[in-house]
């Protein structure tokens, strides 16, 4: 693994409200507020999921006509214009078209092109539909800030993707999302979204940055709040608003980060894990075990 240096950076986390098949419209807003982050000092940039067309897809016809190949498709080169143009890092989710097959897809730009793609490894609902399940893994990029990895929306609810992107060695998590509201949740708790990454965060001892959307789609309402957790799983900024367009934004030492990961003289979460227990990385198989203690004895 290559040692990056890694030094303090300004993210900012977009939240906007996509208009569903308005692509041309979408890069234009999605656009000006980059522009609006980078002018305050931005340096990595995260968009929403599916920042360019929309979300809610009627059948799979819909979403082929909407995708677009990456890197050559028109939302990529848009992003990548300005990434070059204004020297940062942008991650952006877009529905992607690889030959015959879509993917919910986040691509990964920086100053000097497009770095990958990270491909959604858990599909909610109706993606089931039209979306391939991501072929990719977890994929750590290697930047001048730190390692960073992605997961898009329902990736958050899998304790697996953050892990495997610690043991990866991701400095931060960048999430483009599309959280919608969760049955039974009352107005005056935390959505169970910033809840499940700021525990994600503190697990992994990573930075998570998402960037969600507002607005009511297709009757389909989404939830905002979008949030920058620091490696401690305490939000640094945010969370935003539920209705408005907004950029939460915050300076991180992601060199912090893998400064704590040792929290005292004998504790360190990732080393502590117990491999002997729970075979693979974090725990693929089920081993069998002897439901007693006591060998042998009968009741």
Same mark, same amino acid.
């Given at each position: @693994?290559?040692?990056?240096? %890694?030094?303090?950076?300004?993210?900012?986390? %977009?939240?906007?409200?996509?208009?569903?098949?308005?692509?041309?419209?979408?890069?234009?807003?999605?656009?000006?507020?980059?522009?609006?982050?980078?002018?305050?000092?931005?340096?990595?940039?995260?968009?929403?999921?599916?920042?360019?067309?929309?979300? *809610?897809?009627?059948?799979?016809?819909?979403?082929?006509?909407?995708?677009?190949?990456?890197?050559?498709?028109?939302?990529?080169?848009?992003?990548?214009?300005?990434?070059?143009?204004?020297?940062?890092?942008?991650?952006?989710?877009?529905?992607?078209?690889?030959?015959?097959?879509?993917?919910?897809?986040?691509?990964?730009?920086?100053?000097?092109?497009?770095?990958?793609?990270?491909?959604?490894?858990?599909?909610?609902?109706?993606?089931?539909?039209?979306?391939?399940?991501?072929?990719?893994?977890?994929? *750590?990029?290697?930047?001048?800030?730190?390692?960073?990895?992605?997961?898009?929306?329902?990736?958050?609810?899998?304790?697996?993707?953050?892990?495997?992107?610690?043991?990866?060695?991701?400095?931060?998590?960048?999430?483009?999302?599309?959280? *919608?509201?969760?049955?039974?949740?009352?107005?005056?708790?935390?959505? @169970?979204?910033?809840?499940?990454?700021?525990?994600?965060?503190?697990?992994?001892? @990573?930075?998570?940055?998402?960037?969600?959307?507002?607005?009511?789609?297709?009757?389909?309402?989404?939830?905002?709040?979008?949030?920058?957790?620091?490696?401690?799983?305490?939000?640094?900024?945010?969370?935003?608003?539920?209705?408005?367009?907004?950029?939460?934004?915050?300076?991180?030492?992601?060199?912090?980060?893998?400064?704590?990961?040792?929290?005292?003289?004998?504790?360190?979460?990732?080393?502590?894990?117990?491999?002997?227990?729970?075979?693979?990385?974090?725990?693929?198989?089920?081993?069998?075990?002897?439901?007693?203690?006591?060998?042998?004895?009968?009741?």
């Amino acid at each position: @693994m290559t040692e990056i240096p %890694i030094e303090a950076v300004d993210i900012a986390c %977009i939240q906007f409200e996509p208009r569903f098949g308005a692509v041309a419209d979408n890069l234009a807003r999605s656009g000006a507020l980059i522009e609006q982050a980078a002018d305050s000092g931005a340096e990595i940039v995260v968009l929403p999921e599916l920042a360019n067309t929309g979300y *809610v897809f009627e059948n799979r016809e819909e979403a082929l006509a909407l995708a677009e190949p990456v890197p050559e498709g028109q939302s990529t080169r848009f992003w990548g214009e300005i990434a070059t143009r204004r020297k940062l890092f942008l991650i952006s989710g877009i529905t992607e078209r690889d030959g015959e097959h879509l993917y919910n897809t986040a691509v990964v730009i920086g100053p000097e092109g497009v770095l990958g793609v990270y491909r959604k490894l858990h599909l909610w609902a109706d993606e089931k539909l039209w979306f391939e399940p991501g072929n990719l893994g977890v994929p *750590v990029f290697d930047t001048p800030h730190g390692r960073i990895g992605v997961a898009i929306c329902y990736d958050g609810w899998f304790p697996e993707t953050f892990r495997l992107a610690a043991l990866a060695g991701a400095d931060l998590m960048c999430v483009p999302t599309n959280w *919608v509201p969760i049955p039974g949740q009352s107005t005056d708790q935390q959505p @169970m979204a910033n809840v499940l990454h700021m525990a994600a965060a503190h697990s992994n001892v @990573m930075a998570i940055a998402c960037a969600d959307r507002v607005g009511v789609e297709r009757n389909q309402s989404f939830i905002g709040h979008s949030l920058i957790v620091s490696h401690t799983g305490w939000p640094v900024s945010g969370p935003a608003s539920g209705t408005e367009e907004e950029i939460v934004s915050a300076r991180l030492d992601l060199s912090a980060a893998r400064r704590a990961q040792t929290w005292n003289g004998t504790n360190h979460p990732i080393h502590d894990r117990r491999t002997d227990v729970y075979s693979g990385p974090f725990g693929t198989e089920t081993p069998t075990f002897n439901a007693s203690p006591f060998k042998g004895e009968k009741k």
